[in-house]
């Protein structure tokens, strides 16, 4: 994961973590928590009845899910198509291009990290041998960059599949605490203590499934997303490739200018 993206992931989770942990200490301070009993009072609300029923199965999935907020946060502003092809780089290397400043509208394109930038770069380098060998190096670099954002968004796909796993383990801990009743209790068992093991299940089923509908339908989304620019950016190259040719063609003496130029020296994304 990129570092702007761990800059929004790691500060949501903690404060997640703070936020979550109070109510998960005072739930393990009520009487009758150590066995398995957490019964809602009558003066106590819905939502605080649901934390100290969730336990700290719920404290695992609600940390999750910061998780899970801050990487859809992040992703919607990355790969958006202003990012991807920001206009403002279009139109400063369409001018210089249309003034035959090749070696300038080049510089212009080393200097930015955007995703046609990157793949466009590319192709220049390889103009000097020809439009074939420049257009298979963008194919190159559109699939580099394309499997670096599909990469990202496994994590959101880790997050919807662990979300019911995990939300499973609460429902058979909770029923394991139910039985623990009916055990211990003999043949009159309090429906309060039943009621504690069964709410801890089917809260930590709701709460998993609730964390993976999210997280799947975004994943989805931010895929469909990357495949849409990854076209648009091939596209717009390809154009703007066709503007470059006739300034960047071994032997003309701008080809010089741009063949020592390495991978190395243009800014590449964190993985």
């Given at each position: 994961m990129s570092t702007p993206c761990r800059?929004?992931?790691?500060p949501l989770a903690f404060v997640g973590l703070l936020v979550l942990t109070s109510p998960l200490v005072a739930w393990a301070q009520e009487p009758g928590v150590a066995d398995g009993v957490v019964a809602a009072s009558e003066s106590e609300s819905f939502l605080s009845w649901m934390i100290r029923a969730s336990g700290p199965i719920g404290l695992v999935?609600?940390?999750m899910s910061f998780y899970m907020?801050?990487?859809?946060v992040w992703m919607t502003?990355?790969?958006?198509?202003t990012v991807a092809l920001p206009d403002r780089l279009i139109r400063e290397v369409g001018e210089l291009l249309s003034q035959k400043?090749?070696?300038?509208?080049y510089q212009r394109l080393a200097a930015d990290?955007?995703?046609l930038a990157r793949v466009l770069a590319a192709g220049v380098r390889k103009l000097p041998s020809g439009m074939a060998p420049a257009q298979k190096a963008m194919e190159m670099a559109n699939d580099d960059v394309t499997?670096?954002?599909e990469h990202r968004t496994t994590y959101l796909a880790t997050v919807g599949t662990l979300g019911p796993m995990i939300g499973l383990v609460g429902t058979v801990y909770g029923m394991i605490i139910s039985f623990q009743v009916i055990a211990t209790a003999g043949s009159s068992p309090q429906a309060s203590a039943l009621a504690a093991g069964i709410s801890t299940a089917l809260f930590a089923t709701l709460e998993g499934i609730a964390l993976s509908i999210p997280a799947i339908y975004f994943y989805a989304l931010?895929?469909?997303?990357i495949a849409r620019l990854s076209l648009e950016v091939a596209l717009a190259a390809d154009s703007l490739l066709e503007q470059f040719s006739p300034g960047i063609r071994a032997p003309h003496p701008l080809a010089s200018a741009v063949m020592p130029v390495t991978r190395s020296a243009l800014p590449v994304a964190d993985k």
């Open positions: 800059r929004w992931v790691a999935i609600m940390i907020i801050a990487l859809i502003k990355q790969y958006r198509r400043q090749y070696t300038e509208a990290a955007s995703f499997m670096e954002m931010f895929r469909n997303r």
